[in-house]
């Protein structure tokens, strides 16, 4: 079985700085995927970015990156020019196969700050 | 395109009671996937549904089941209501075809139950 761990319930950043949402998983799969997925408050979930496994090239999304270290099961993710609308609970999330089931971590509160 | 939908949004039963969620799809995909968010134990993956099959199952007592139709639209049933049951029932749908090494899977908004 996965397990995914986020070990930082709530991280606040101002606005237009940049800030990095930590993310450790533990698997035995060579072939998976990683996403990283925002909840605002209108609970309504949104994959922000996701990476392939068998990708050594990390994933971009215009202001959202991710720092892939697969030999040490590591996912972190960048915001960068964070901006208000940024406010939400991110999750990280574990796909094996083709994602059909996601397990995903416990999830980071995000606030930016004015 | 609209989004997925589900119904109703909120939920209000009592103990002992049994409920039933709906979820539509976005057109064309076929794969339905449910997940119930609650603040002790986050998100766990219930069950997915495909061609009115059940593919997968989380680690989830018998009272939670479902089901899929022709049209993909999905029901998941939680018979007997506890009082841990209440929590936000998200859906998710993806298109699923074939020679697809992966299916992006988009939310509906949920519903939120509330056991009593």
């Known amino acids: 079985a996965q397990t995914v761990t986020q070990s930082q319930p709530e991280m606040s950043v101002q606005e237009a700085e940049t800030v990095t949402l930590s993310c450790t998983y533990d698997?035995?799969?060579?072939?998976?995927?990683l996403f990283w997925y925002k909840q605002p408050p209108s609970r309504q979930m949104i994959l922000v970015i996701r990476?392939?496994?068998?990708?050594?090239q990390n994933a971009t999304e215009n202001r959202f990156s991710v720092n892939f270290q697969k030999a040490a099961k590591s996912f972190s993710l960048k915001i960068s020019d964070s901006q208000l609308g940024d406010t939400a609970m991110y999750f990280c999330?574990?796909?094996?196969?083709?994602?059909?089931?996601?397990?995903f971590g416990s999830g980071t509160q995000l606030t930016v700050l004015p | 395109k609209a989004g997925v939908t589900q119904t109703p949004r909120y939920l209000i039963k009592t103990r002992g009671q049994q409920v039933t969620l709906s979820c539509s799809p976005i057109?064309?995909?076929?794969?339905v996937s449910w997940y119930q968010q609650t603040p002790g134990q986050g998100l766990q993956f219930l069950f997915e549904?495909?061609?009115?099959?059940?593919?997968n199952k989380g680690n989830f007592p018998g009272r939670f089941s479902g089901r899929q139709f022709s049209n993909s639209r999905s029901e998941m049933n939680v018979s007997t209501l506890e009082l841990g049951d209440s929590a936000l029932y998200l859906c998710?749908?993806?298109?699923?075809?074939?020679?697809?090494?992966?299916?992006?899977?988009?939310f509906g908004p949920g519903t939120r139950l509330t056991v009593l």
């Open positions: 998710a749908s993806s298109l699923l075809t074939s020679g697809s090494p992966y299916n992006e899977q988009f």
């Open positions: 698997t035995s799969e060579n072939n998976y995927y």
């Open positions: 990476q392939e496994a068998y990708k050594q």
């Open positions: 999330a574990f796909g094996d196969g083709s994602a059909r089931q996601l397990t």
């Open positions: 057109s064309g995909h076929r794969s």
């Open positions: 549904y495909f061609s009115e099959t059940q593919r």
